[in-house]
């Protein structure tokens, strides 16, 4: 299957300072990326959709100001949370979704797990 | 996107076939079947997915009703890698020209004794 790479798997960073998550898609066109939030024992939540090149649409309760997310290629989504608090610990995973053989699959990234002390 | 309903938790022994199902009463029809699995601290990994038919891939086989109200997922020989959450989703191919997003449910927690 197609690869989505996600970069870091892990962070620690501290209370109100900011993250940066990539998502990168290593061989195929990713029009769309989705990014999710997954807390302990549960299960994956989505956080927002977006459109290469186009604004990001954010479900609903998920704060747009907080966790900023840009596609700005074919290949590469980033979401950045801002501010970040502890109640933020959680994985993040990222999704890319294109034109890969047949049919509409989409493809993981690794995961980041965020700490916020 | 439709919802589907799973069972929380399955067990199987290793070498034996397994058989998860999925039931999706209200699937549209341009409704597409995946399924995913997710091992602990990892991002889901694209198992299968169909429409109609039922598919057959290196990892499992995905055998689809006549009337498409329900799957199961069909690991032929359960190992002890493939403890994981199965998640069984329907994705809208038509979805506004972009991707349809998709929408994780519970899934099912299948367990492999050796």
């Known amino acids: 299957g197609a690869v989505v790479s996600q970069h870091p798997s892990r962070v620690i960073c501290k209370s109100g300072t900011s993250v940066k998550i990539e998502c990168r898609s290593l061989?195929?066109?990713?029009?769309?990326m989705f990014w999710y939030r997954q807390f302990p024992k549960q299960s994956l939540m989505l956080m927002a959709t977006?459109?290469?090149?186009?604004?990001?649409?954010?479900e609903q309760g998920v704060e747009k100001d907080k966790f900023l997310i840009n596609h700005a290629s074919l290949t590469l989504s980033t979401l950045t949370v801002t501010s970040a608090h502890p109640e933020d610990s959680s994985f993040y995973i990222c999704?890319?979704?294109?034109?890969?053989?047949?049919?509409?699959?989409?493809?993981f990234g690794q995961g980041t797990r965020l700490t916020v002390v | 996107d439709a919802k589907t309903t799973q069972p929380n938790s399955m067990e199987s022994n290793e070498e034996e076939p397994v058989h998860l199902p999925c039931n999706h009463s209200?699937?549209?029809?341009?409704?597409?079947i995946h399924w995913y699995r997710q091992l602990p601290s990892q991002g889901p990994e694209y198992v299968i997915h169909?429409?109609?038919s039922n598919v057959n891939n290196r990892m499992a086989s995905l055998a689809i009703a006549e009337d498409r109200k329900s799957s199961t997922l069909i690991l032929h020989r359960a190992t002890l890698r493939d403890a994981a959450v199965y998640y069984c989703?329907?994705?809208?191919?038509?979805?506004?020209?972009?991707?349809?997003?998709?929408?994780f449910g519970k899934g099912t927690k299948l367990s492999v004794k050796p």
């Open positions: 999704s890319a979704s294109g034109q890969v053989g047949w049919g509409t699959e989409a493809f």
């Open positions: 061989d195929f066109q990713a029009t769309t």
């Open positions: 977006s459109n290469e090149g186009s604004k990001a649409t954010y």
């Open positions: 209200t699937i549209s029809g341009t409704d597409y």
């Open positions: 169909g429409l109609t």
């Open positions: 989703i329907l994705r809208d191919f038509n979805y506004g020209g972009s991707q349809g997003n998709l929408i």
